[in-house]
């Protein structure tokens, strides 16, 4: 009757532990309606991640692609970008 379908793989990026004053950074950008995200490339075999930001209900995409080690660098670059832009 029913057809079962095979369950899609996931994909998360490489664990990070966030220092205090990071979290203090990307604290503050999502208390302010700026939120970063990845998601993987699955266009391009999975294996690259793309960059969304979100700043209130715009969603913009960073052209570039980032492999597991620098793609949670480059989302605290973005976060610290917008932290220091905003807040003066």
Known sequence: MWQKFKKSQGRKPT???WLT??????????????SISCMPDW????SDWMIDIKINKNTHRDPN???DETVLNKIYEYYKY?????RK
């Open 43 to 46: 266009k391009n075999n999975g």
């Open 15 to 17: 664990s990070k532990s």
């Open 65 to 67: 692609k980032y492999e």
């Open 21 to 34: 004053n990071e979290m203090k950074v990307i604290g503050w950008c999502l208390s302010n309606n700026i």
């Open 82 to 86: 917008y932290y220091d832009k905003h």
